[in-house]
């Protein structure tokens, strides 16, 4: 596509001042391209800092109010929920998960009845942070069991639906888990609940820090392979979306982001479904660590950002979520 040439054509007109770049500016970030993460712990008036990630809190379930009611005057449109799990709490079954009075139940009661439709609650469907072993699900010789793992996972589903949840985010992997927990969710009448699969889940090393902040981190036992995707893969991407999407899924996220943008691009183009990226914990330390708090270091972050919405994102997981005001000034 040749659209005219040297010296008629001089693309660097458009770029001469600030506001023809703003003018004809492609991608930008707005309140509503977020979603912003919180870790709960157990106990009163806790506000609890995590080592391998500055900046970022865990919180008390009465802390909440602050963290929400700042989150809806930025208008940030959805929160994502994860419990740090004591570890008396976990065990090989992760059955803390379907405790009505677990971390996560009590947090959604809470700010549903505090804040009704004013924003959205998403949380994960997986047993990671309550298992002894830090898988997702049941294990059994290494291995973790698919239809035995999605049993439980119904069940978690529907009791967190019950407790307030609008957005369900399967991340467990499971093969099928989508059509079984909208089957499930249909069945006792949750019909409305939104279901965000994470179709798209490599199994990465970008979730270390993540995994320090639910208390899973020295539990985990292996590594995620048998059911989180391998990096070297694309294709098989499209084909666990597909999937998703015929069982029922209303977004999909792909996780971890930068490292993945290409994916991003391709489910976008190829399914024009709402999709959402995650820029994970590791994605999270790095640009910590890159920054010295001066303007040109924060601009890392941003152009990070943009770079999932030229991919195509729709919204963005980020634990800058809230801070990101602070970070474009
Ligand atoms: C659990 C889960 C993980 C993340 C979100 N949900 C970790 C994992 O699969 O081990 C990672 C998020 C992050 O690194 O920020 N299923």
Known sequence: M????????????????????????ENNL?????????????GKNKKQSIKSMPGVYRYTIDKLNNIVDRAIKKGIPM???????????????GTEAL?????????????KNKYKNEIGIMCDVALDPYTSHGHDGLLQNKYVLNDETIKILLDQSLLQAQMGCDVLAPSDMMDGRIGEIRKYLDKHNFKMTQILSYAVKYASSFYGPFRDAVGSKN???????????????????????????KEGADMVMVKPGLPYLDIIKKVKENFKIPVMAYQVSGEYSLLENGIKNDLTDRNIILESLISFKR?????????YADRLDQIIK
Request: hydrophobic share 40%; with cysteine.
């Open 311 to 319: 991919a195509g994102a729709n919204a963005i997981v980020s634990y």
């Open 219 to 245: 539990l985990l036992k292996g590594n995620k392979k048998n059911y989180q995707m391998d990096y070297r893969n694309s294709d098989e991407a499209l084909r666990e979306v597909a999937l998703d999407i």
């Open 99 to 111: 405790n009505e009075n677990n971390l996560v139940c009590r947090a959604l009661q809470r700010i």
């Open 30 to 42: 707005t309140p509503n391209d977020f979603i912003l993460p919180i870790f709960l712990i157990d």
């Open 2 to 25: 040749i659209t005219g040439k040297f010296p008629a054509l001089r693309l660097r007109r458009n770029r001469k001042t600030d506001w023809s770049r703003r003018l004809i500016e």
């Open 79 to 93: 929160i994502a929920l994860f419990p740090y799990t004591e570890k008396r709490k976990k065990n090989d079954l």
